[in-house]
């Protein structure tokens, strides 16, 4: 059994940091380029259509604290053993991905300051990750939960250097630009991706205390905190240099502290930190979904097997950073990235359609797991095949 040792300050921390990482430090560079100064109603937009998909996990692990997230809602919902098999191996290759990717972009941020091949900095750094995974929750949440200050930290930085170059009309957004809905959607469709992380959450169901009441609690504030951490640094960045130095920008907020005439190493550095938590983050969670699955008879029982000391499932840990290494070394991880996106918009669909069909269900019990009104996953389930039809189209 896994053991159940994440408060409820904890896992919001943990949810927090899984949903900032390392997106809002590269991606905002690209909603500005696409919203310019309406980048703060983008996010706000895709921010709004995040929160309805999270309250549908909020109360989905609230119904069924297992672990595995997304792949037992479905199971539930279906009870059909293929669908649920197919959603588990989407999750795993998701997280997969996610972390190839994420160290490949260290390697190359790392590769100027330590002078070695890429490659054998990203190796290195999957073991070193894998080891934290199997050596236990708490050891692996807490530092999570440290780096996530670190990244809120040198967002506080930047709000604090920027400060000098804004005018006092902070909140007003004044613009000779022509406003245009489709530049603000295409922007929020952008920085939608700036809040996929919350859904790694419900995989750490089985180490939370109290996760009936915890768990729900910590996705919807994890969402609702970062909205408003996104919202301050857009107006920020619009409100304290010229857009066109950070659109479009790989490092969007060092560039914006280097326009400031201040060396960017302390925001690089937090850069650097934030991949590392995002990777963790991945690992763990596909570990769980492994684990989970395995408890449910998809997957071998080997791997749901829990160390007697550590209180983590190594086997699926072990695996897990073993396929990352292999992508990281094998894979043209670009075409895969694009594709992440895809996959995980599909699994929100799915999920949204799960709690639909749970809810309207007459057998299933009006208990104290209902947490929220049909409409919030209709909601969620309109706006997520927007989003995914708009990815198609654009």
């Not at 895709?46 to 989905?60: K, P």
Request: glycine content about 6%; proline content about 4%; charged content about 10%.
């Amino acid at each position: 059994m896994l053991k159940r040792t994440l408060s409820l300050p904890t896992t919001i921390l943990y949810g927090l940091g899984t949903i900032i990482g390392a997106g809002i430090y590269v991606l905002i560079g690209k909603v500005v380029a696409t919203a310019g100064s309406y980048t703060p109603y983008s996010f706000l937009i895709s921010g709004v259509i995040a929160l309805f998909t999270a309250l549908s996990y909020a109360e989905l692990c609230s119904r069924y604290p297992r672990a595995a997230g997304a792949a037992i809602y479905i199971k539930e919902a279906w009870h059909k053993k293929p669908l649920t098999h197919l959603v588990g191996i989407l999750l795993i290759l998701t997280a997969i991905v996610s972390s190839g990717t994420l160290a490949h972009g260290f390697a190359g941020y790392a590769s100027s300051f330590i002078d070695l091949p890429e490659i054998l900095i990203a190796v290195s750094v999957l073991i070193l990750l894998g080891a934290l995974a199997c050596w236990g929750i708490e050891e692996s949440a807490t530092l999570i939960v440290i780096v996530t200050i670190l990244e809120i930290f040198g967002l506080i930085y930047v709000c604090f250097v920027a400060s000098y170059n804004m005018p006092t009309d902070i909140i007003q957004i004044k613009t000779t630009e022509t406003f245009s809905l489709t530049s603000i959607f295409l922007g929020s469709f952008l920085a939608f991706y700036a809040f996929i992380g919350f859904e790694d959450m419900a995989n750490l169901v089985e180490e939370v205390k109290e996760p009936k009441r915890n768990m729900p609690l910590a996705i919807t504030l994890s969402v609702i905190a970062a909205i408003t951490i996104y919202m301050i640094i857009a107006l920020v960045i619009i409100k304290s240099v010229p857009l066109n130095i950070i659109a479009g920008s790989k490092a969007p907020l060092a560039d914006l502290i280097k326009a400031t005439g201040r060396s960017p190493l302390i925001i690089t550095a937090i850069s650097l930190i934030a991949v590392i938590n995002g990777i963790l983050v991945q690992i763990i969670m596909a570990s769980r979904v492994i684990y989970g699955l395995a408890k449910e008879n998809y997957f071998p029982k080997k791997l749901a097997q829990v160390n007697s000391k550590t209180k983590t499932p190594i086997y699926a840990t072990t695996i897990v950073t073993i396929a990352i290494i292999i992508a990281v070394t094998s894979l043209d991880l670009l075409t895969l990235a694009k594709s992440t996106s895809f996959i995980v918009l599909t699994i929100f669909i799915l999920v949204n359609l799960s709690l639909i069909k749970i809810k309207l269900n007459p057998k299933t019990p009006n208990t104290t797991s209902t947490c929220y009104h049909i409409t919030i996953p209709i909601l969620g389930l309109l706006t997520s095949t927007a989003l995914l039809l708009a990815e198609l189209i654009y």
